[in-house]
């Protein structure tokens, strides 16, 4: 079967490798969509920082080359002999999270946290941009009927914004600012709507996103080339917002996320950084600001929490990732889709590849 697979730095390939064997507690998917993620870029740009280059991932035991691919879903073609809970023809997203179930945040319950943990896609074990994936039975949730299968693709970013607003500390009528509408910023801005929180604010230079941004339910939309939107988020809000998020990933964002919070408010940061950055610590102390991390989604036996709220929420209407998807490609072209996400100008949001 064809499966993207990377080699190393700048080295992507579609090669025809064996198809994956099913054990007794793993599905057979056939992937229907994968997303070109903002982390597969790294590691086609700057890597491999996730993906295990010298030493095998403990978890999986896998070295590079590996297949790519950690957002997607697809349908059922083969369960093992132990799986009872799904059936073959269900269409079904998977929760990349591996862990190892033996450190101290395995043991908590904290899966996504796990000391030697790693993402499917990512750390070995296939990936999503292949014709076919085994994973196991825990990690497969099911997409029901009336929920478009390419949506399936959509529920592991949709999981990262949730996860970032169950972690915010804010309640239904609160005020949030959101630093940086790309991808993971517009889930971001949906799931805080969905929390309740009014208004929503979302500061974005570039324009096709800040439209996006208000398409999916921002308030207020802010282009922090033009005005200076702290400024104005702190004006119009009497002297700050409940909660803010960070979801660009560069020193300015932050710095505008903490300003922007009022006194007692919490500043979330989804940014990974490929840089140290410089803050100003006593914004944080002389405010009593909260300022929190926040990575990923619950996984492991919880791989269906905030998984499963996101499918009924693309269900009942709550989330639409539909203004998300701005392309669709064949697997044959993936490269040239890294190539245009990497590249200046463009104005895409995800990229769906399609086995
Ligand atoms: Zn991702
Ligand atoms: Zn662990």
Redesign the pocket.
């Known amino acids: 079967m064809r499966s993207a697979v990377f080699h190393g730095r700048e080295d992507i390939q579609v090669d025809e490798i064996a198809e994956p064997a099913v054990e007794s507690d793993s599905v057979l998917i056939e992937v229907t969509a994968a997303?070109i993620?903002?982390?597969?870029l790294h590691e086609y740009a700057a890597g491999p920082i996730f993906i295990p280059g010298d030493a095998p991932h403990p978890v999986t035991g896998e070295t590079a080359p590996i297949s790519m691919g950690?957002?997607f879903g697809g349908e059922i073609i083969e369960i093992g002999e132990d799986v009872d809970d799904i059936a073959v023809g269900d269409t079904v997203t998977v929760n990349p999270v591996l862990y190892c179930g033996e450190c101290r945040y395995c043991e908590d319950g904290s899966y996504h946290l796990c000391e030697s943990g790693g993402?499917t896609g990512l750390s070995g074990g296939g990936g999503g941009f292949s014709e076919q994936i085994a994973v196991s039975s825990e990690q497969a949730i099911p997409v029901p009927d009336d929920v478009p299968a390419e949506y399936a693709a959509l529920v592991?970013?949709f999981s990262?914004g949730l996860h970032a607003v169950r972690n915010a500390e804010f309640s239904a009528g609160d005020s949030v600012a959101v630093y940086g509408t790309g991808p993971?910023g517009l889930t971001v801005v949906q799931a805080a709507k969905a929390a309740g929180a009014n208004p929503v604010y979302a500061v974005e230079p570039q324009d096709a996103r800040r439209e996006l941004a208000a398409e999916v339910g921002a308030d207020e939309t802010l282009d922090p080339i033009e005005t200076d939107a702290p400024e104005a988020i702190i004006e119009q809000s009497n002297g700050g917002v409940d909660a803010t998020f960070e979801v660009a990933g560069i020193e300015q964002t932050v710095r505008d996320a903490i300003r922007s919070a009022k006194n007692g408010g919490s500043v979330t940061i989804v940014s990974i950084f490929e840089e140290s950055i410089a803050i100003e610590p006593n914004e944080i102390v002389l405010g009593e600001r909260t300022v929190s991390g926040t990575l990923a989604y619950e996984g492991g036996p919880k791989s269906d929490v905030e998984f499963g709220a996101v499918i009924d929420m693309f269900a009942d209407g709550t989330l639409d990732p539909e203004p998300l998807i701005t392309s669709r490609i064949d697997l044959g072209e993936i490269v040239d889709g890294f190539e245009t996400l990497l590249g200046g100008e463009h104005d895409e949001i995800k990229i769906l590849v399609e086995p």
């Open positions: 997303g993620c903002g982390s597969d950690h957002e993402f592991e970013p990262v993971i």
